[in-house]
């Protein structure tokens, strides 16, 4: 649950450090991780800073999932698991060898061919450790954000079409990754008759950006009249080509009929 300061007011600052030396949450944002499947509280391991790295992936070369677990004072941490998605009953999940110890900090690598078997998405990793009494803890988690999907190219337009090839067209729209995995937009590109031509991005620092690219007169002059579809692709920061947009330029340069001509 993402709990937000509605006044859009930034007041982060170096004052927030945790205590890891990193950036905490500012005034701006925090969250509340809330994980279902627990009836009661047992007095088992904490387990904290459960990292993904890298976080943001394509999932060449695989992650690596990565936490700390402490047992109670007098207690060592004696056994640990993990889970995807979906959380299981203690003792069900995937084994994760540690070795006895109050504080024990797990790596386990997730390989690219497990990977390459999930679809796009953001699956959740959960972690957990039993102390030397059996008690399992309560769970830490972090979310992988796996992307294969390319950014949408949509909101196309032409200006002016249609054309009869004399004055430079102007294609425009968007390239939006954010529901494709947020990344930023860093590339795009058009076809026109097996031509493909790089576009122009108004910025590269946003996962939705403004795209162009005008045709020249001279692109057109060598185009018979008619029906011309135009493909768009948008590229993210992963290197993902998303699904084309299309639109049709239509090319006129006949002038209009006179078929019946009547002399009074």
Avoid: C, K
């Avoid at 700390?68 to 959380?87: C, P, W």
């Avoid at 699956?123 to 979310?143: H, M, S, T």
């Amino acid at each position: 649950f993402a709990l937000y300061n509605t006044t859009l007011m930034n007041h982060n600052s170096s004052a927030r450090l945790a205590t890891n030396g990193n950036l905490a949450f500012g005034g701006m944002m925090t969250f509340i991780n809330t994980i279902t499947g627990e009836p009661t509280w047992v007095p088992g391991p904490v387990t904290s800073s459960v990292l993904v790295s890298p976080s943001y992936t394509t999932g060449v070369g695989g992650v690596v999932l990565t936490a700390d677990i402490t047992a109670d004072a007098g207690r060592t941490v004696t056994a640990a698991e993990y889970f995807t998605d979906t959380l299981g009953t203690p003792g069900s999940g995937i084994p994760i060898a540690v070795t006895a110890a109050q504080q024990v900090a797990v790596s386990v690598p997730i390989a690219q061919a497990t990977l390459d078997t999930w679809p796009s998405g953001y699956p959740i990793f959960y972690v957990r450790g039993q102390d030397d009494l059996g008690n399992w803890g309560v769970p830490g988690a972090a979310v992988l954000n796996l992307d294969r999907v390319g950014p949408d190219s949509n909101t196309l337009n032409l200006s002016r079409d249609p054309t009869n090839g004399t004055v430079a067209v102007t294609l425009r729209g968007t390239g939006d990754d954010r529901w494709n995995g947020r990344g930023d937009v860093l590339d795009a590109r058009y076809t026109l008759a097996g031509v493909t031509t790089p576009m122009t991005l108004n910025r590269v620092d946003l996962p939705i950006v403004e795209i162009s690219a005008l045709i020249s007169t001279s692109v057109l002059s060598t185009l018979p009249e008619g029906l011309y579809p135009i493909t768009v692709e948008s590229q993210d920061e992963l290197g993902n080509w998303g699904a084309p947009g299309l639109i049709t330029l239509t090319l006129d340069t006949t002038g209009p009929d006179a078929p019946v001509v009547t002399l009074t």
